[in-house]
Nanobody, 114 residues
């Protein structure tokens, strides 16, 4: 099965930016959708952003205008550009391949704090 590895998380101040990467072990061009989820302590895991194989994108309302999901099929990689970060964005961010089966990465920690 495809394996996913996230990177790019870290500590950032409010208002700052981070770019998360999710590298897949196989081509992602045929996968219906690649997603970014996040889970904060004590909170439910939520879908943050999705990009389909056709290029369509969707975002949870709380990140619209701040986050951008994109992909580079040649690099088997999806990205999540996060701007104007808020403390509420603090969470473990997970990459997910959504196709016939759901494949999850291990997650990368994003902490927004002064």
């Amino acid at each position: 099965q495809v394996q996913l590895v996230e990177s790019g998380g870290g500590l950032v101040q409010p208002g700052g930016s981070l770019r998360l990467s999710c590298v897949a072990s196989r081509t992602i061009s045929s996968i219906y959708a690649m997603d970014w989820y996040r889970q904060a302590p004590g909170k439910e895991r939520e879908l943050v952003a999705r990009i389909t194989k056709y290029g369509s994108t969707n975002y949870v309302d709380s990140v619209k205008g701040r986050f951008t999901i994109s992909r580079d099929n040649a690099k088997n990689t999806v990205y999540l550009q996060m701007n104007s970060l808020k403390p509420e964005d603090t969470a473990v961010y997970y990459c997910k391949a959504a196709g016939s089966a759901f494949i999850w990465g291990q997650g990368t920690q994003v902490t927004v704090s002064s």
